[in-house]
């Protein structure tokens, strides 16, 4: 029934995650649980940024869980802005293809903490689109908040980035990027999950429409957040974006805590004709499919 777009793994327990105290969910917990809501399969996202991750996991780990794992898991491979020399003429373009041309189908979660316009991200951008790889990112506030690419307010950032490189289809995911859904109030909701109705349409909304290459991942609590907090609003959203909207759940450990809400969500509204089966299957699997040609 769905193809989760973004999760995260480990072969073995490793040194636990700062936040919760606990590991990534090994890959035979997640396949319990996927087999509870209905996900046929999933994007393992690997961690190697040194500001997120505390037990590395590679691309080479990935490719490993998958082949032991034949069709539950999809491999992404992941890049850091400053691989190879810390430069922005690093030639990581090269390194995309070579792992597309191993199996993996995207690349990300990019989360190192750097501005969005800081020339080793341009670079990396520019190699990925030349791998013809899709890219997932995260988006922080600002530098020295824990981890993920940093924009400003409006997100002027990811706006030139999307012009400059129109043939790389972005990814948006996290607190920072889905709290752009409707206009920001405060400082603090830049932070978290803003509540309450969505009075007016924010700058995701602005840049979906105007840039075809942005596309949503919906994982975790601020993709179902977004979504959610303003029901009429969100099933209105999801309807337009139909064919660049993904169901993720970014698993981070082996309570699963963001498992089930977006599932449950979506066939929820599936169930009471709020959005059409044809908007749910987009969502839940289709696109995935499709993007990552599965």
Same mark, same amino acid.
């Given at each position: 029934?769905?193809?989760?777009?973004?999760?995260?793994?480990?072969?073995?327990?490793?040194?636990? %995650?700062?936040?919760?105290?606990?590991?990534?969910?090994?890959?035979?917990?997640?396949?319990?649980?996927?087999?509870?809501?209905?996900?046929?399969?999933?994007?393992?996202?690997?961690?190697?940024?040194?500001?997120?991750? @505390?037990?590395?996991?590679?691309?080479?780990?990935?490719?490993?869980?998958?082949?032991?794992?034949?069709?539950?898991?999809?491999?992404?491979?992941?890049?850091?802005? %400053?691989?190879?020399?810390?430069?922005?003429?690093?030639?990581?373009?090269?390194?995309?293809?070579?792992?597309?041309?191993?199996?993996?189908?995207?690349?990300?979660?990019? @989360?190192?903490?750097?501005?969005?316009?800081?020339?080793?991200?341009?670079?990396?951008?520019?190699?990925?689109?030349?791998?013809?790889?899709?890219?997932?990112?995260?988006?922080?506030?600002?530098?020295?908040?824990?981890?993920?690419?940093?924009?400003?307010?409006?997100?002027?950032?990811?706006?030139?980035?999307?012009?400059?490189?129109?043939?790389?289809?972005?990814?948006?995911?996290?607190?920072?990027?889905?709290?752009?859904?409707?206009?920001?109030?405060?400082?603090?909701?830049?932070?978290?999950?803003?509540?309450?109705?969505?009075?007016?349409?924010?700058?995701?909304?602005?840049?979906?429409?105007?840039?075809?290459?942005?596309?949503?991942?919906?994982?975790?609590?601020?993709?179902?957040?977004?979504?959610?907090?303003?029901?009429?609003?969100?099933?209105?959203?999801?309807?337009?974006?139909?064919?660049?909207?993904?169901?993720? @759940?970014?698993?981070?450990?082996?309570?699963?805590?963001?498992?089930?809400?977006?599932?449950?969500?979506?066939?929820?509204?599936?169930?009471?004709?709020?959005?059409?089966?044809?908007?749910?299957?987009?969502?839940?699997?289709?696109?995935?499919? %499709?993007?990552?040609?599965?």
């Amino acid at each position: 029934m769905f193809i989760d777009i973004h999760v995260h793994t480990i072969k073995r327990p490793g040194y636990p %995650r700062l936040g919760d105290k606990m590991s990534y969910a090994t890959p035979p917990q997640l396949i319990a649980g996927y087999d509870e809501i209905g996900v046929e399969a999933a994007c393992l996202l690997p961690e190697m940024a040194p500001e997120c991750a @505390t037990s590395l996991m590679n691309p080479e780990d990935v490719l490993d869980i998958c082949a032991e794992y034949p069709g539950r898991f999809i491999p992404f491979c992941n890049i850091d802005p %400053r691989f190879l020399s810390n430069s922005p003429y690093a030639p990581l373009g090269d390194m995309a293809k070579y792992y597309r041309d191993l199996g993996c189908k995207g690349v990300g979660e990019v @989360t190192a903490n750097l501005r969005i316009l800081d020339p080793l991200v341009q670079n990396l951008f520019k190699g990925v689109e030349e791998s013809g790889l899709p890219l997932t990112f995260h988006l922080s506030p600002y530098v020295g908040h824990d981890y993920g690419l940093v924009d400003d307010a409006g997100l002027p950032g990811l706006e030139l980035s999307l012009q400059r490189f129109p043939n790389l289809k972005f990814f948006g995911h996290s607190q920072t990027f889905w709290a752009e859904i409707g206009p920001i109030k405060s400082r603090e909701e830049r932070f978290g999950y803003p509540k309450g109705p969505i009075e007016e349409e924010g700058a995701i909304v602005r840049l979906m429409r105007k840039y075809p290459n942005l596309y949503g991942d919906l994982s975790a609590g601020s993709g179902f957040n977004a979504v959610s907090r303003d029901r009429k609003f969100g099933i209105q959203f999801m309807t337009e974006f139909q064919d660049r909207l993904m169901f993720g @759940t970014d698993i981070c450990q082996p309570t699963m805590p963001t498992l089930r809400p977006l599932a449950n969500y979506l066939k929820e509204l599936r169930a009471s004709g709020e959005i059409s089966e044809t908007v749910f299957q987009k969502i839940a699997r289709e696109n995935a499919i %499709r993007l990552l040609k599965l």
